[in-house]
């Protein structure tokens, strides 16, 4: 992190991150192995994620891969570890991109096989472009995937096609993932209208976005009271967006990821 609080590294391994607009970019960048992803790549995942919402200046994180790939998954040459190592270390990189406080959009393009179905299914919003290939190949390794990432898939796919995938180890085209629902939007420039999206996404409400993400995540299980930080920061946010809307101004929201950090850790309910 820079004095300043923003998070701009200049050497990641296999990893490349911009910022632009708001929006952050993080690009699988193993290009002579279409972007698969090293166990030291997967160790780095969760520090990544945790510096990009500590940075109140980042509101959307792009996750892409570079030369026309997003990632055909896990290095093969990593998995010879103990079982209870690889998930270990795939479920904390998983489970530490589903629960960012940054709305998170993975723009895919070519191969998204194995860890890289795992890492677009973990991020909120997904879009794709035509040609894009899809697949857990696991069965064809003798792996055993971790549950989290599993059940995820299954979220998102239901559970008789997260069966076939995880069962067939079948690579699926572009086409039926479409027909799935796997993604929510078809883009011939997934980067591109990702950013623009991004962008978007930073001009709302951060209360409102990360919130929601809390709910769905079960961070705030349904038939509780608010927190008494929560209704109070909802109390000054909703002012701001009624006097937006009435003057028919775009709103200037003014709270933040690490007000949502400072809060949740309050005892007082």
């Not at 590294?9 to 960048?29: K, Q, R």
């Not at 990009?52 to 030369?67: E, K, R």
């Not at 690889?86 to 998170?104: G, H, I, K, V």
């Given at each position: 992190?820079?004095?300043?609080?923003?998070?701009?590294?200049?050497?990641?391994?296999?990893?490349?991150?911009?910022?632009?607009?708001?929006?952050?970019?993080?690009?699988?960048?193993?290009?002579?192995?279409?972007?698969?992803?090293?166990?030291?790549?997967?160790?780095?995942?969760?520090?990544?994620?945790?510096?990009?919402?500590?940075?109140?200046?980042?509101?959307?994180?792009?996750?892409?891969?570079?030369?026309?790939?997003?990632?055909?998954?896990?290095?093969?040459?990593?998995?010879?570890?103990?079982?209870?190592?690889?998930?270990?270390?795939?479920?904390?990189?998983?489970?530490?991109?589903?629960?960012?406080?940054?709305?998170?959009?993975?723009?895919?393009?070519?191969?998204?096989?194995?860890?890289?179905?795992?890492?677009?299914?973990?991020?909120?919003?997904?879009?794709?472009?035509?040609?894009?290939?899809?697949?857990?190949?696991?069965?064809?390794?003798?792996?055993?995937?971790?549950a989290g990432p599993t059940k995820r898939l299954a979220q998102i796919l239901g559970d008789a096609w997260a069966r076939y995938l995880l069962i067939t180890a079948s690579i699926v085209k572009f086409e039926k993932m479409a027909e799935l629902g796997f993604f929510h939007e078809i883009s011939d420039t997934p980067l591109a209208d990702a950013q623009v999206l991004g962008e978007r996404i930073v001009g709302l409400s951060r209360l409102s976005q990360v919130g929601a993400k809390a709910i769905l995540d079960g961070e705030l299980p349904e038939g509780a009271e608010p927190p008494r930080w929560l209704a109070d920061a909802y109390r000054a946010e909703i002012t701001r967006g009624q006097e937006a809307f009435f003057a028919k101004e775009r709103p200037e929201f003014g709270f933040t990821k690490s007000a949502w950090q400072n809060g949740s850790q309050l005892r007082d309910r």
């Open positions: 992190m820079r004095p300043d609080g923003s998070y701009r590294p200049v050497d990641l391994e296999g990893f490349d991150f911009t910022v632009s607009g708001g929006v952050g970019t993080l690009v699988i960048d193993r290009t002579d192995k279409r972007n698969a992803i090293s166990r030291a790549m997967w160790r780095t995942l969760p520090q990544i994620i945790a510096n990009v919402d500590a940075d109140d200046s980042i509101g959307a994180l792009v996750i892409t891969g570079a030369g026309g790939h997003f990632s055909a998954g896990s290095d093969i040459a990593d998995l010879d570890v103990p079982l209870a190592d690889f998930w270990d270390l795939n479920s904390t990189a998983e489970a530490a991109l589903a629960n960012s406080q940054t709305p998170t959009i993975a723009a895919i393009t070519g191969n998204c096989v194995g860890g890289g179905t795992e890492i677009a299914a973990a991020c909120d919003i997904r879009i794709a472009a035509p040609g894009s290939i899809f697949g857990v190949t696991a069965a064809k390794l003798g792996l055993v995937y971790p």
